[in-house]
């Protein structure tokens, strides 16, 4: 079946300007995070969905950052007055179910790059 | 809060011969371990993980990995290495409790390179 899927695979924007990244889970899995994947890093955990809310969004690291995820599907990562300091990998994962033994299945992530 | 350490940047090994990955992690409870390879240009894929039970675990490509938690140590292993192993190896953890700080989320190690020559 379809993995999860991100689009655009690629961004480019200027300092400054406002993107949003868009994550399509497994159809039928209920929780979907979001995670940054600097060069030589590891993922980092950004924010995690229930459905339609936002059960953990601590990872989020400034109020420029906010995500969405309207009907319990596709969710929105929208980051506000872009920073260069902001350029790497999002990546969104989905899992099956809410409990923390579920393995979490990413998608190829979006690449921005903020000049 | 939990952490995961992978002391080794790379690893280098020789195809047929067996090899390690090693992994280690700190919770507050119990942990739910998780590894993940990415390929060049490709998004992170689930390899195997251990919840509770048997100490060690089975997955995809012939990978297993060993619990150990005294050593709070979770390795990954394979007795034969194919060049097509060749990638960037992560090792994850979740803590069962909510000890904050994004608990919700797989917490990674920084990644280790395997190098398997032919």
């Known amino acids: 079946g379809a993995g999860v899927s991100q689009t655009p695979s690629n961004k480019v924007t200027e300092k400054g300007k406002y993107v949003e990244l868009r994550c399509d889970p497994i159809s039928g899995h209920t929780a979907l995070y979001w995670y940054r994947q600097s060069l030589g890093q590891g993922p980092e955990f950004l924010i995690y969905f229930q459905g339609t809310g936002a059960a953990d969004d601590s990872g989020l690291p400034n109020d420029r950052f906010f995500a969405v995820r309207p009907e319990g599907s596709v969710s929105t990562l929208k980051i506000q007055r872009t920073e260069r300091g902001d350029s790497a990998v999002y990546l969104c994962?989905?899992?099956?179910?809410?409990?923390?033994?579920?393995?979490?299945?990413f998608g190829p992530g979006t690449r921005l790059t903020v000049t | 809060a939990q952490s995961v350490a992978q002391p080794e940047d790379q690893v280098n090994v020789a195809e047929g011969n067996p090899l390690t990955v090693k992994c280690t992690y700190s919770v507050s409870g119990n942990p739910y371990l998780f590894w993940y390879v990415q390929y060049p240009n490709r998004g992170l894929q689930f390899l195997l993980k251990y919840i509770t039970g048997d100490n060690l675990v089975k997955g995809s490509y012939g990978f297993e990995a060993e619990f150990n938690k005294s050593q709070t140590s979770f390795h990954l292993k394979k007795p034969s290495a194919l060049v097509s192993d060749s990638a960037l190896y992560f090792c994850a953890v979740r803590d069962s409790l909510n000890s904050g700080g994004g608990a919700d989320g797989l917490t990674f190690g920084k990644g280790t390179h395997l190098i398997i020559q032919p």
């Open positions: 994962a989905s899992s099956l179910g809410v409990s923390r033994t579920y393995e979490q299945y």
